[in-house]
Each structure stands twice: as structure tokens, then as C-alpha cells.
């Protein structure tokens, strides 16, 4: 029975989004573009790919957060210190740009675009990308140090100036997230979004696997 009584509280918007999307985490940690990248068997040439799209979805993020910045729920979570396009920006330059056409990066922008409508949806956006790169993106970082053998030029999307502790600033994140005035329709809806974007970060991913022959190493 879900309910929600005074002995039965609802769950705080940070438990609703990581509980509710655990499924969609798993399902995304599948995909064999991933797996081959983290075990070092995907070249250089791949991985710029992979970059030019992730451009194109934090320019649309930081976008979308300049038009929001004022926005009474947005404005919770947007935070210029976490940006990560001139981040990119450098990385892209270390390891060659590439512009390569994506249907999933298109529908994965629109849908961005789209989420400025309710500071609610783009508050999905916005936890699903930042809050996955302070956490699971950190290790991933490492890894990608260690693969290819880096000296710290090119791995600059994994860290964050500003967030000398991510473990700090994810419970403050998380904190701000749960102090949002939202009915219970509203938090299923932002959940809903969640979702959504792990599918359209997997539609990413399973695009790069079909890559997979052309990257190899
Ligand atoms: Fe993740 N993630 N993630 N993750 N992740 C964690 C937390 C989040 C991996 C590991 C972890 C993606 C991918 C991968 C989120 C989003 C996304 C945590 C920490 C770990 C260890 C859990 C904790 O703190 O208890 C690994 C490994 C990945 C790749 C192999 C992709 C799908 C991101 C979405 C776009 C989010 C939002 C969180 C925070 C949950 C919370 O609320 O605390 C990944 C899969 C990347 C496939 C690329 C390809």
C-alpha cells in the first residue's frame, strides 16, 4: 500500500529518484560500449566520438540552466561551479573533435530542450547527468586515466574544480532536492522524467555500439 499517512510518510524526493531509477542504472551499466571503453579496448578515435556527442547534451543542459537560472525549482539545482562544457571543450581539443550525426543525441537534446517547460523535468535532467558524474563518473575517470595511459590532459569532464569532496556536495545536492515544495504527483513526475533520460543516455550508448567494429583496439 503506498499511501502516504503521518505513520507513512512519503520518501524524500532523493530516495524517490535514486530508488525509483535503479533499474534504468543497471540496465544502462549494460551496454557494450561501456563495458569495452572501462576495459580498454576502445581507441582514441571512439572515445572523441563519444565526446562530441556528450557536448552536444551539456551545451544543451547549460543552456536550458542559463534560461532557468531565476526559475523557483531549477534554481535549486543549477549551479555554474559544476558546468562542464568548457570542461569538454578542453577535452575535445586534447583528443580531436569529431561532429558525427546522432539520432540519439538529437532526440536526447530535444528532450532537454523540452524539459525548460517545468523546472521539475529539467531538474531530471539536470540530477540524472551532474549527480551520475559525481558519483559512478569519478571511477570512470580513473579508469580512463589508467587505459590510456593519461597525465591528467584529457580527463578534465571527470573533475570537478569546484568539488573538492563530490560526496560533500551530493548530500547538499540531495538535501536541496528534498527541501522542493512538490506534491506527490509532481515528484512521480520528475521520477517519470528520470527514466526517461537514462533511456535517452542509453539510446547514446547503444548508438556507440553499433561503432563498435570501426573502434576497437
Ligand atoms: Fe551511475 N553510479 N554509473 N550512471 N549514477 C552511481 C550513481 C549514479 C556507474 C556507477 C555508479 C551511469 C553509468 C554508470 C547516475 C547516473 C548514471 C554510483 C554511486 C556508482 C558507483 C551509487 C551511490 O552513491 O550509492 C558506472 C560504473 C557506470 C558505467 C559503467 C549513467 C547511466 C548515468 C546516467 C546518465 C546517477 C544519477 C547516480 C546518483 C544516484 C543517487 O541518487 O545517488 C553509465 C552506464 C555510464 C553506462 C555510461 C554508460
Known amino acids: 500500500d503506498t499511501t502516504v499517512t503521518a505513520e507513512n ?4 524526493l532523493s530516495a524517490l529518484l535514486r530508488t525509483g531509477s535503479q533499474a534504468e542504472h543497471t540496465a544502462a551499466e549494460g551496454s557494450s560500449f ?4 572501462l576495459a580498454g579496448r576502445i581507441n582514441a578515435a571512439g572515445y572523441a566520438h563519444f565526446l562530441g556527442l556528450l557536448r552536444r547534451v551539456y551545451e544543451a543542459l547549460e543552456d536550458a540552466a542559463r534560461e532557468l537560472r531565476d526559475d523557483p525549482l531549477a534554481s535549486a539545482v543549477i549551479d555554474p561551479a559544476i558546468e562542464r ?5 578542453a577535452d575535445i581539443e586534447h583528443w580531436g573533435a569529431t561532429v558525427v550525426a546522432s539520432p540519439a543525441t538529437d532526440a536526447y537534446v530535444a528532450r532537454i530542450q ?3 517547460s517545468w523546472g521539475g523535468l529539467f531538474i ?7 549527480l551520475g558524474d559525481l558519483s559512478g563518473g569519478q571511477a570512470i575517470g580513473r579508469i580512463i586515466t589508467r587505459e590510456f595511459d593519461l597525465d591528467g590532459a584529457g580527463v578534465a569532464f571527470y573533475s570537478f574544480d569546484a568539488v573538492p569532496k563530490p560526496k560533500l556536495y551530493k548530500d547538499a545536492y540531495r538535501a536541496r532536492l528534498d527541501a522542493l515544495p512538490l506534491g506527490a504527483d509532481e515528484r512521480e513526475r520528475i521520477l517519470a522524467e528520470v527514466k526517461a533520460v537514462f533511456g535517452l543516455n542509453g539510446g547514446i550508448f547503444a548508438e556507440m555500439t553499433t561503432y563498435l567494429d570501426q573502434y576497437g583496439r
Open 9 to 12: 510518510p512519503a520518501p524524500a
Open 114 to 116: 523540452q524539459s525548460t
Open 124 to 130: 531530471a535532467h539536470h540530477y540524472t547527468r551532474y
Open 34 to 37: 561501456m563495458s569495452e571503453l
Open 85 to 89: 562544457l568548457a570542461a569538454l571543450d
